[in-house]
């Protein structure tokens, strides 16, 4: 990317976070999404030496139990690989797990350790938006979890909460039917279509205005563009 929009990008982050400080939020600033995969894992398990190269290495055995929503920001860090190896375990559900075994996982990673996911949108005002099919991802978002780490790019800063809505509905909702493979109508004509069928997978909207009280929350803001 060029030069100048980065650093333009990253001056945007670094007022976004001390806004999403102001509402109490715990946030940590990150110039790539190496570092910030970094910062994750030794957050979750790390190994207290860093050792004489200065790289951060992880114990296995840590076990800890990471909550997982379907997130692409998450998978494209290449944090699910890297926690299963230093041994804790993944919550998630899977395409082929059926409907019981599916509200079985989702609620205990409302329970787990970490919950890892991104929002969708994150307004100027430190407002966070996150858009889901079946809420789990929502709910765990919002409380159960010890600590729960939302990770954005600075594709998902947007004006104001009327954008944010506009974009979790027309950006990263249609990208999200697409790589699903789902047939909603907002596929054929690039923007929603406000359906009412049963695939559609824009069912629950929440917005974390301030932090909630009882749960802990670390938001990773990365300067590249990542996920939906
Ligand atoms: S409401 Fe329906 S048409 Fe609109 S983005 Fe969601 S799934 Fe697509």
Same mark, same amino acid.
């Given at each position: 990317?060029?030069?100048? &929009? ?7 982050? =670094? /007022?976004?976070? /001390? ?7 715990? $946030?940590?600033?990150?110039?790539? @999404? ?15 030496? @860093?050792?004489?190269?200065?790289? %951060? ?7 800890? /139990?990471?909550?997982?929503?379907? +997130?692409?920001?998450?998978?494209? #860090? ?10 804790? =375990? *993944?919550i998630t559900h899977t395409p082929e797990m059926d &409907?019981? $075994? ?25 407002? #966070? ?27 998902? *800063? ?16 249609v990208a999200n039917n697409i790589r699903l493979g789902?047939?909603?109508?907002? %596929?054929? +004509? ?10 559609? *997978? ?21 300067? =590249? =563009?990542?996920?939906?």
């Amino acid at each position: 990317m060029d030069e100048h &929009k980065k650093l333009l990008n990253f001056k945007r982050l =670094e /007022k976004l976070s /001390k806004v999403l400080e102001k509402n109490r939020f715990e $946030t940590f600033l990150s110039e790539d @999404s190496k570092s910030a995969a970094n910062h994750v894992l030794s957050l979750i398990g790390r190994n207290s030496a @860093s050792g004489a190269t200065g790289a %951060v290495s992880y114990t296995n055995g840590q076990n800890k /139990k990471i909550g997982l929503g379907g +997130s692409q920001t998450v998978r494209s #860090l290449g944090l699910v690989d890297a926690l299963k190896n230093a041994g804790n =375990e *993944i919550i998630t559900h899977t395409p082929e797990m059926d &409907k019981q $075994t599916r509200i079985e996982t989702w609620l205990r990673a409302q329970t787990a350790d970490f919950y890892l996911a991104s929002p969708q949108a994150i307004t100027l005002n430190g407002e #966070l938006i996150l858009i889901d099919a079946y809420g789990n991802r929502a709910a765990a978002a919002i409380y159960g979890p010890k600590k729960v780490i939302l990770i954005a790019g600075h594709n998902k *800063i947007v004006k104001d909460l009327n954008e944010g809505l506009w974009r979790i509905r027309n950006i990263a909702a249609v990208a999200n039917n697409i790589r699903l493979g789902r047939k909603n109508p907002c %596929v054929i +004509s690039g923007k929603c279509e406000d359906c009412d069928i049963e695939s559609r *997978i824009c069912n629950v909207v929440s917005i974390l205005y301030r932090k909630p009280v009882y749960t802990d929350y670390l938001i990773v803001l990365v300067n =590249e =563009e990542l996920g939906y």
